[in-house]
């Protein structure tokens, strides 16, 4: 089985401070990890992955994000926010072992950047 | 094009109704996926269409019922539906590749907004 956690609601900065969005994991092979950005009664747009190699990916709009495989976490970190980045965001993970193609969310973090 | 376009953007129908949402992707993606999305909530996967085969079905209700008639086009047919259905729906393709058939990144469509009376 496959599992995301992402153990924040929400999430406040200031615009121009760091943000980073949490998010843990759970498979029982190697995982591919994803983030998905969703913006108001839109659908979710692609961040970046983690599929191998270089556990710290760097993705669209200055997102990037770390993979720790001791700790089972992939954080999503912006070193200066905006704030059109306040939004909804999503983990997802992909046990590279299951059958089909199924990606399993996160439930989800807001963030909101306040001038 | 790199986009999966999503029709209607709105539609409202009562539970007597049939209605269709419609999909379309001309990526070359061969595998495509219908989800249900609640308000602040992640995306529920519904079905998944593979090479325009139904590889997965998350035990969805029968008044729901996926077409996929070419590499392209993903519908979603309605019937019957209960007001509990009024969801955000997405529609969702991917590249299928033997040697990374994991790892490649899900392309999400705007949605379809469906309001039941």
């Known amino acids: ?115 | 094009d790199t986009e999966v376009t999503q029709t209607p953007k709105h539609l409202v129908m009562g539970m007597t109704n049939k209605k269709s949402l419609k999909c379309e992707q001309h990526m070359g993606h061969r595998a495509m996926y219908w989800y249900k999305q609640k308000a602040k909530k992640p995306p529920e996967l519904m079905f998944v269409y593979s090479y325009e085969k139904l590889s997965i079905n998350e035990s969805v209700p029968s008044r729901f019922s996926p077409e996929c008639p070419n590499s392209s086009l993903l519908n979603l047919h309605l019937h019957a539906l209960q007001p509990e259905d009024s969801a955000l729906y997405l529609c969702a393709s991917r590249q299928e590749d033997m040697g990374l058939a994991g790892g490649n990144e899900q392309f999400f469509g705007p949605g379809t907004r469906l309001t039941v009376l």
Do not use: M
Request: net charge positive; charged share 15%; proline share 5%.
């Open chain 1, 1 to 115: 089985a496959q599992s995301v956690a992402q153990p924040e609601d929400q999430v406040n900065v200031a615009e121009g401070n760091p943000l980073t969005v949490k998010c843990t994991y759970s498979v029982s092979g190697n995982p591919y990890l994803f983030w998905y950005v969703q913006y108001p009664n839109r659908g979710l747009q692609f961040l970046l992955k983690y599929i191998t190699g270089d556990n710290l990916v760097k993705g669209s709009y200055g997102f990037e994000a770390e993979f720790n495989k001791s700790q089972t976490s992939f954080h999503l970190k912006k070193p200066s926010a905006l704030v059109s980045d306040s939004a909804l965001y999503f983990c997802a993970v992909r046990d590279a072992k299951a059958a089909g193609n199924k990606l399993t969310f996160g439930g989800g973090t807001r963030v909101l950047v306040k001038p």
